[in-house]
């Protein structure tokens, strides 16, 4: 099975068919998609300005697109490694139990979901990059009350989501399942208030 680097270079690679490239990026999404697979997909094409159904696009729009997630897939990695590096020195100091943090990361090990979109239609509009450095950074700081992409304070409670957890926080926003850690009880409390009042 290629790996994420190899089916970049097919990507790239001039003397490769237009159908092979393309086809080489969406299996660039099975190794990571921040969104999701559908949602990532829809969010390159989107951006790099070709149709999520297009079987010739112009190999200048698939290499843009490319070139977005792996900006995207640098900045994650760096994240994992310092994730990584912090949690071994947690345990050399002791503590043995993870935190919540530690928990929604294990979710996203690999990089698939990190920011996910329940509906492929709905996410962030800013580069990849940009989005996981501001979900990052939100990780890193005391939790606070809105969105860590967006910035948006309509965030709802949603159930019967397509990936773990089940049910979360959604940002109305941008669409992003926003990582319980980054918000405070009372911003989670009202998102389960407002599903509740929604659902009545």
Not at 68 to 77: D, G, I, T
Not at 97 to 123: E, F, K, M, N, Q
Not at 161 to 173: I, K, N, Q, R
Request: proline share 8%.
């Amino acid at each position: 099975m290629a790996g994420f680097r190899s089916l970049a270079r097919q990507v790239r690679d001039g003397h490769n068919d237009l159908a092979l490239r393309r086809y080489s990026l969406r299996k660039c999404l099975e190794r990571f998609a921040p969104y999701g697979h559908r949602a990532t997909w829809d969010h390159l094409c989107t951006r790099a300005g070709f149709g999520p159904e297009d079987r010739s696009p112009d190999p200048a729009r698939l290499t843009a697109a490319l070139d977005e997630l792996e900006e995207a897939r640098a900045v994650w990695l760096a994240y994992e490694t310092e994730f990584a590096h912090r949690r071994k020195q947690e345990k050399h100091d002791g503590l043995r139990s993870p935190g919540t943090v530690d928990d929604w990361h294990r979710l996203t090990w690999g990089g698939h979901g990190i920011a996910w979109c329940d509906d492929p239609h709905v996410h962030p509009t800013e580069p990849l990059a940009v989005v996981l450095r501001r979900l990052i950074a939100a990780l890193e700081r005391e939790p606070g009350g809105c969105c860590p992409v967006c910035a948006s304070d309509g965030i709802v409670w949603k159930y019967d989501l397509a990936h773990e957890p089940s049910a979360g926080p959604v940002c109305t926003g941008c669409g992003i399942v926003v990582p319980q850690p980054v918000l405070v009880p009372g911003s989670l409390a009202r998102a389960r208030q407002f599903r509740t009042l929604v659902t009545v």
